[in-house]
């Protein structure tokens, strides 16, 4: 099945697309830019947090609205953001968010930091969601599972204070799914399971099932890395 269909997520209706968690929200991003270029989609790309810059031409780097809009018109995708620290970009102004959002984009939003580790467990100012997102999707790693929670998991300071965790602790589908719902389960989010390809398929559905009966309405499974698509 086709991921968006996995996801249910119909790009022409969305209007903003939060990715929160970890372990692929980045590769998620860029292939949601990609359906977006080929649908040709009005969508551009930016942080509420710090991300890296893009480095293909389909993504190319813009700092206001009138160069945003002719990158889309030649075909492309536009990346919104202002310098930060260590090479990386950070949030466009929100006068340029507003803007674009007013006029019909679609904006696609990296909107959680998790320093490249497969899992995470947010604090409390996080993720940053701006007020007009209609679409949260949290990703986790699955690359996490039976390896110890304090070498896998942005936070895990913070979830074993919470949830009276041990550092050492193997994280288990079980532990997975309570991170991811007690973490995010108040922004009622989609959870795509990255990974699947490196993960015992049946771990991955019995995580599947966990989510699903603690309130996760949509759960999907895919190796995003696999995910890669012309334009």
């Known amino acids: 099945m086709d991921l968006l269909q996995q996801l249910q997520l119909d790009l022409s209706r969305e209007r903003m697309i939060c990715l929160t968690g970890s372990g ?11 359906r977006c270029a080929i649908a040709k989609i009005p969508a551009a790309l930016l ?17 206001d609205g009138n160069a945003a809009k002719q990158a889309w018109q030649h075909g492309c995708v536009p990346v919104l953001g202002t310098p930060s620290v260590e090479g990386k970009l950070g949030p466009p102004s929100p006068e340029l968010l507003g803007r674009l959002y007013e006029e019909g984009w679609l904006l ?47 936070r895990w300071e913070l979830a074993c204070r919470i949830l009276g965790l041990s550092p050492n602790q ?4 079980e532990l997975l799914s309570t991170l991811l719902c007690k973490g995010y389960g108040k922004y009622h989010p989609t ?12 771990d991955c559905q019995y995580l599947q099932t966990l989510l699903h009966q603690r309130g ?3 759960v999907a499974a895919t190796s995003l890395k696999q995910e890669v698509l012309p334009c």
């Open 24 to 34: 692929g929200k980045t590769s998620l991003l860029y292939y949601l830019g990609r």
């Open 47 to 63: 942080t509420t947090t710090h991300i890296r810059p893009p480095r293909e031409p389909l993504f190319p780097l813009v700092w």
């Open 108 to 154: 696609l939003v990296e909107a959680d930091g998790s320093r490249r580790l497969p899992i995470k467990f947010p604090n409390a100012t996080e993720p940053v969601l701006p007020p007009q997102t209609s679409r949260v999707i949290t990703v986790a790693g699955l690359s996490a599972l039976g390896r110890p929670l304090a070498e896998v998991c942005h």
């Open 170 to 173: 193997k994280v288990t589908p």
């Open 191 to 202: 959870v795509l399971l990255n990974q699947s390809d490196i993960a015992k398929p049946e």
């Open 216 to 218: 996760v309405r949509i």
